[in-house]
């Protein structure tokens, strides 16, 4: 009896607690194929999600927003086993990690992870909210510089600068030229005001910030706006002639891809700006939302990056 029920008892179990888990196969496909099926997972807060993943046309890549988890490739053709748990309740989102063609951005899906103490996490208001910023105005100026202010001049210039201009909360809530119109008005000449400013822009990240920023530009950033910045990155002619897929799926009108080359239009932008538009994107302009996809640190790692198009800094030239 106990032989016959080890025998039949252990496979049982293992059956069992296979069926109460299934394994769920989750397939990727180009966006304008369906992207990923399903899209909408469920899980349970410390209960294994196993997914089954396979890709039925080309290569893409499988990676949980806001997590340190290494993205998975998803080769074509194979299957690639993972196991997640949630430690947390809420909506995560995943995502696709490879450029697989315009459509790339919107291989997104979601997983609502339940838990047994379900009260909402608060959510930090963002800092463009809470200044009110309208991240889709426009913010040019008509003064800037002819050349890129230098940090370094800046720096060798050696102002005693008032405390106030000094702080994070100033700078990220401030745009270069704010702070420009500031140091006029206590008797700085304009080129050097200009080169302050891109020493106190500096001052306000690290390396360590800028080489992560940089990375996650590369990563996610470069196809539409270009490695240098420009706006001229594969993707950009089609969004400024509407015909990214975007636009093709969902009647929007789509634009050329942001010049953060564009001293004019850089300079009356604020980081506090620049990080609420890349987390909540462009609303139907072809620039996809990146809030669920960074943690905090990274949204604005990639914002101070995007100085480095504007100011001469040591690194990242
Ligand atoms: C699929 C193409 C695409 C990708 C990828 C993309 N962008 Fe954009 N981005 C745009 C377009 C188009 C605009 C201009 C329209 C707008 O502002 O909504 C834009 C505008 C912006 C702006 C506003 C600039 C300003 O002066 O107001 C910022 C900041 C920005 N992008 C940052 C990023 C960052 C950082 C990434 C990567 C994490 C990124 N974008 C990825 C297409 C893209
Ligand atoms: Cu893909």
Redo the contacts with the bound molecule.
């Keep these: 009896m106990l032989v016959i029920g080890i025998m039949i008892g252990i496979p049982m179990a293992l059956v069992l607690a296979r069926w109460a888990n299934p394994a769920i196969e989750l397939r990727a496909r180009l966006a304008e194929a369906g992207g990923w099926t399903p899209a909408d997972l469920t899980a349970d807060v410390g209960q294994p999600l196993t997914l089954h993943l396979t890709s039925d046309d080309v290569m893409h890549g499988f990676a949980i927003g806001q997590s340190d988890a290494p993205a998975l490739d998803v080769p074509p053709g194979t299957m690639v086993e993972t196991t997640l748990t949630f430690e947390r309740p809420g909506k995560y989102t995943f995502y696709c990690t490879r450029w697989c063609g315009l459509g790339h951005?919107r291989m997104r899906g979601t997983i609502e992870v339940s838990g047994p103490t379900s009260e909402p996490v608060m959510e930090p208001q963002p800092l463009y909210v809470a200044l009110g910023i309208n991240v889709d105005a426009d913010?040019k100026i008509g003064d800037a510089p002819s050349q890129r202010p230098s940090a370094e001049r800046g720096r060798a210039l050696g102002i005693d600068l008032p405390e106030e201009y000094l702080s994070m909360d100033y700078y990220r809530a401030h745009s270069p030229v704010d702070l420009r119109d500031s140091l006029r008005a206590n008797g700085l000449s304009d080129g050097d005001a200009w080169d302050v400013v891109a020493f106190v822009w500096r001052s306000n990240t690290t390396s360590e910030a800028l080489a992560e920023g940089q990375r996650?530009?590369a990563a996610?950033?470069a196809?539409?706006?270009g490695e240098g910045g420009a706006g001229d990155g594969v993707?950009a002619n089609a969004?400024a002639n509407n015909q990214h897929d975007a636009a093709m799926q969902f009647g929007q009108h789509?634009?050329?891809?942001?010049d953060f080359t564009d001293l004019q239009?850089?300079l009356g932008?604020s980081p506090a700006?620049?990080q609420g538009?890349?987390i909540r994107g462009?609303m139907g302009?072809?620039?996809?939302y990146?809030g669920p996809i960074f943690t905090e640190p990274q949204s604005w790692a990639?914002a101070d990056y995007?100085w480095t198009f504007v100011f001469q800094y040591q690194e990242a030239q």
């Design positions: 951005w913010h996650l530009y996610n950033c196809a539409c706006h993707a969004l789509t634009q050329r891809p942001a239009s850089m932008a700006l620049l538009k890349i462009g302009t072809g620039m996809p990146w990639v995007l």
